[in-house]
């Protein structure tokens, strides 16, 4: 009997594992942490299914799962940014990063090229299996799409952002500027005539400047590292198969889409849960008029604010007691004296957990995309300071949304944030919203992995040309 149920596991098992994996190569540049979790999920997903995938990043996983394996650690290059940005420097970079994302988040990262532990994986990458596929990081640095030409296999765009208009153009996705706000407007729909007028301007103005920055240059190092024979960007662009985003149609707005963008918004989501320690689930728990969640996501640290505005956070904190507030700090010596009594602070916070808990009722929170897709998941309304970048954008959704509301960085007073924590705590119809449109964006015919998983496989079998748009052919 003991031989049957073993034989009968192993057909399973035999049934169950996929029928043919594939050696799929990483290459995320990009020093962020946040960014990365979009990139682990989707490495874990992959793993599962019996890949073996080798990342070329900055940000290794901590706890490693089987079948992913690092094979240029970037880590020695550059300063990792968490926990590096004080709210000066990031209220300075404001809605117009496109200059940094060319530069800071392109250019520079293309230099890593030159690493001597790159140059031996580009003059000698692993045969034993050799490489089925290349997944590519879209932000700034197009010029690691050279990968795929070296390796002569598919390549896959992945965004932990929605696409960016350079993403666009290589897949042939319609520039929708009437009704959809360019990335770095600030913008949500509906726009105002005059909103559209301004997001049909900023956004080719947008797509030039970061052509006129990066193509040039980009091209030389691809020329210099790579060889003197690879295709310039553009002709390498046409033959990216598809792209995964960090979108989502009931949160990012209805549009036409060409097949080549899958959308997979949400995707971090559950693949970076990590468990409450017991003595903060305690906390939480006893936590029964409700809990305030206040970060600043991994980058910008809350202790930097000006003191009269830590100040009015202190004194506004005191004002809604019983209700506790639980709040992420880089380094508590570096925090004002005087942390009211409801207020708990910590380095490290599971932060996918705690907009779990039931006892969540508000998240303060810079409006970074991974972290308000966590909030969306979970239910829980916000309250948002944009900073920089797309987060002025994803706010604005959220707010149109009757599931937020915006701070004025430049304008906090303690009047204004206890204004906004008494509407937000005693207005029900903040947490109605979340909750539905929440449920709108889980309902889905797969998850957002198992879409992931499905294209990526597509791609490694068809090729480049099968989900080609006939746009990208076309010069203007």
């Keep these: 009997m003991d031989k049957l149920v073993i034989v009968s596991m ?57 079948n992913y394996k690092v094979v240029v650690n970037l880590q020695n290059m550059t300063e990792s940014l968490v926990n590096k940005w004080n709210i000066t420097f990031a209220n300075q970079l404001g809605s117009d990063t496109l200059p940094n994302t060319a530069f800071f988040c392109g250019n520079d ?9 790159m140059q031996k994986f580009i003059k000698n990458p692993p045969k034993d299996p050799p490489y089925d596929l290349v997944i590519v990081e879209s932000l700034g640095a197009n010029c690691f799409v050279g990968f795929g030409h070296l390796l002569k296999v598919p390549v896959v765009m992945a965004s932990s952002t929605i696409d960016m208009p350079w993403l666009d153009e290589a897949l042939g996705q319609p520039d929708n500027t009437a009704f959809f706000p360019a990335f770095f ?31 040039g240059v ?48 949400g995707l971090h989501v559950f693949e970076n849960y990590v468990e409450l320690p017991q003595e ?24 930097t604010f000006p003191e009269e505005t830590l100040k009015a956070f202190y004194s506004t904190f005191r004002k809604i007691a ?37 006892n969540t009722k508000v998240f303060i929170t810079h409006g970074g995309l991974m972290s308000t897709q966590e909030a969306l998941t979970f239910g829980v309304p916000m309250i948002g300071m944009p900073l920089f970048g797309d987060q002025f954008s994803n706010i604005a959704l959220y707010t149109k949304r009757n599931m937020a509301l915006r701070l004025d960085m430049k304008n906090i007073t303690e009047e204004s944030i206890y204004e906004a924590l008494h509407e937000v705590l005693t207005n029900p119809k903040y947490k109605k919203f979340a909750d539905y449109h929440s449920k709108l964006f889980l309902d889905r015919p797969m998850s957002a992995m198992d879409t992931a998983i499905y294209w990526i496989e597509y791609a490694i079998r068809n090729g480049p040309g099968t989900l080609k748009s006939p746009a990208v052919d076309l010069t203007w």
């Design 10 to 66: 192993l057909l399973v098992i035999a049934f169950v594992l996929p029928l043919e994996s594939y050696r799929i190569l990483g290459v995320f540049p990009f020093h962020s942490r946040s960014h990365q979790m979009l990139f682990d999920g989707i490495a874990k997903g992959l793993a599962r299914k019996g890949h073996q995938v080798d990342f070329i990043t900055f940000n290794p996983m901590k706890k490693p799962v089987p």
């Design 109 to 117: 990262l293309c230099e890593y090229l030159a690493m001597p532990e």
């Design 185 to 215: 407007t600030g913008y949500s729909h509906p726009m105002t005539f005059l909103e559209r007028v301004q997001n049909t301007i900023t956004s080719h103005m947008n797509h030039y400047r970061f052509r006129y920055y990066t193509d």
């Design 218 to 265: 980009q091209n030389a190092l691809m020329k210099k590292y790579f060889g003197p024979d690879i295709p310039p960007l553009w002709e390498l662009e046409k033959n990216v198969v598809l792209a995964l985003v960090n979108s989502f149609h009931s949160l990012s707005g209805v549009r036409p889409i060409t097949h080549g963008i899958i959308e997979v918004g």
């Design 280 to 303: 903060l689930e305690k906390w939480l728990n006893e936590s029964r008029a409700g809990v305030v969640y206040f970060t600043l996501g991994s980058m910008v640290n809350i202790e």
């Design 322 to 358: 019983p209700v506790r507030v639980l709040m992420k700090i880089a380094n508590k010596e570096n925090l004002l004296p005087g942390l009211p009594d409801n207020v708990r602070i910590s380095s490290w916070i599971p932060q996918t957990a705690v907009l779990e808990h039931k």
